[in-house]
């Protein structure tokens, strides 16, 4: 196995996101491509990274493979690397060990054991009848994060109608970032009903990688169902990120 992704940093931007709430994850490597999946010890969030085969420089798998690693331990060679270095994954030893290769001004080697980590089983949302959806750029996300975590621990998330998203903070004191249809933020709006739903701002900020990674982010939520924001790869591939609700 050899696969070669050409930026470096936008992998550990992924990689990153899943070690918010897993030490250790399994990449499940065929192929069609790459996969990642993580949820929290407590199940209220989860990420799925997929990454197919055409968005690596180099890509040779002939059959599947996984790849267990200490998220914090690999994290520290990324690290290591600048913008512009590559990413060169492979196994040896009959693939008990992984080496991980950061190549730039200078190649950077680096070889650690395999571990048997288990892929996570995550629960098909794809039969959810989400009442909003929205794409709308990154940064939106990003910066009402910010804003909202000034006030309070809880984001809440309301699609009054079919012009206007808005995110909430609401504490002592309280802030809105609110985008129209008008807006050039705001991409695309598809409102089946009126929704609003609240979720725990605390796992929300760990999307900040992603935001790094992806130009605009897509949008699905509806009145207390769980939030689902799926990030398009610049370098391609996705990377979802779904939260469960909490109680308004």
């Known amino acids: 196995m050899k696969i070669v992704y050409p930026e470096a940093k936008i992998f550990?931007?992924?990689?990153?996101?899943?070690?918010?709430?897993?030490?250790?994850?399994?990449?499940?490597?065929?192929?069609?491509?790459?996969?990642?999946?993580?949820m929290d010890p407590a199940q209220v969030v989860m990420v799925k990274v997929w990454i197919p085969s055409e968005a690596f420089s180099e890509y040779e798998v002939e059959e599947e493979e996984k790849l267990?690693?200490?998220?914090?331990?690999?994290?520290?060679?990324?690290?290591?690397a600048k913008k512009g270095y590559k990413l060169e994954l492979g196994t040896?030893?009959?693939?008990?060990?992984?080496?991980?290769?950061?190549?730039?001004?200078?190649?950077?080697?680096?070889?650690?054991p395999n571990l048997d980590v288990l892929a996570e089983d995550l629960p098909d949302l794809s039969n959810l009848d989400f009442k909003v959806r929205a794409l709308l750029l990154a940064s939106v996300i990003k910066d009402a994060i910010k804003d909202i975590e000034v006030v309070s621990d809880t984001i809440i998330i309301e699609a009054p109608n079919t012009d206007t998203l808005e995110f909430k903070g609401l504490g002592a004191a309280e802030t809105v970032t609110r985008v129209t249809t008008a807006s050039s933020a705001l991409l695309e709006l598809e409102v089946q009903e009126p929704s609003k739903a609240a979720y725990d701002?605390?796992?929300?900020?760990?999307?900040?990688?992603?935001?790094?990674?992806?130009d605009n982010v897509e949008l699905r939520f509806g009145t207390d169902m769980p939030l689902l924001l799926?990030?398009?790869i610049l370098a391609g591939g996705e990377a979802e990120y779904v939260v469960a609700p909490q109680a308004l």
């Open 230 to 232: 799926k990030f398009s």
């Open 68 to 80: 267990g690693f200490n998220i914090g331990d690999v994290l520290k060679f990324f690290r290591r």
């Open 201 to 214: 701002l605390n796992y929300l900020k760990h999307i900040a990688g992603l935001t790094k990674v992806s």
């Open 12 to 38: 550990q931007s992924l990689i990153d996101a899943i070690g918010k709430i897993v030490d250790e994850v399994a990449m499940t490597a065929t192929p069609e491509g790459v996969e990642m999946k993580a």
């Open 92 to 112: 040896e030893e009959g693939g008990s060990k992984i080496e991980i290769v950061l190549e730039g001004a200078l190649i950077k080697r680096y070889v650690i």
